[in-house]
């Protein structure tokens, strides 16, 4: 507990809101800046690089919670980088807090939920909810 990380990487001119889905009309004419759904995946990534070394084979973590604020534009070309704290776990999940900087200023602060899951279960219940008739 109180470990500390930092990832950081560029944001690209595909990271932006008008390119998030292709279908998405109402989004193509918006701002080309750091989408916030792209924030929250880089953020996730750091996450899973800071406790990658910590699990055995067959294991891993998935996001369950994010609570995060997204308070600045950032365009293509900055650097974005995080800081990522593990401020809480159990024998289930682990809890971070992390701060988002570009290269002026303050992006994002919140919380990040991660569950640590063995692969086979959790693809059991995957393979199972695909092959479930849908609900009417
Ligand atoms: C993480 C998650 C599995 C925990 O679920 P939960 O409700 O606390 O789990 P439960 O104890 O009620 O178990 C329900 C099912 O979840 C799966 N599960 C629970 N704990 C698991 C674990 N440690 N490893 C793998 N699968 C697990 C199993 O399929 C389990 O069913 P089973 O007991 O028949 O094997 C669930 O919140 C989830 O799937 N969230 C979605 C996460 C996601 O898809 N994120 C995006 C990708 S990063």
């Known amino acids: 507990m109180g ?21 998405a009309d109402v989004l193509h004419g918006m701002p080309r800046v750091f989408a916030t759904a ?35 534009p950032t365009p293509p070309g900055l650097t974005v980088t995080i800081e990522s704290t593990v401020d809480a776990m159990d024998d289930r999940t682990i809890w971070f807090n992390v701060v988002l ?12 939920q ?3 899951v063995q692969w086979d279960r959790f693809q059991r219940r995957v393979d199972t909810k695909h092959l479930a008739e849908v609900p009417a």
């Open 101 to 112: 900087r570009d290269d002026h200023e303050v992006i994002s602060t919140g919380r990040h």
């Open 38 to 72: 792209y924030m929250v995946g880089l953020m996730e990534w750091a996450c899973v690089e800071q406790i990658a070394p910590f699990f055995e084979q067959g294991e891993g973590s998935l996001g369950v919670h994010v609570d995060m604020s997204h308070v600045a």
């Open 3 to 23: 470990d500390t990380a930092s990832f950081a990487r560029v944001v690209t001119e595909r990271d932006v809101v008008p390119d998030l889905f292709p279908d």
């Open 114 to 116: 991660r569950a640590i």
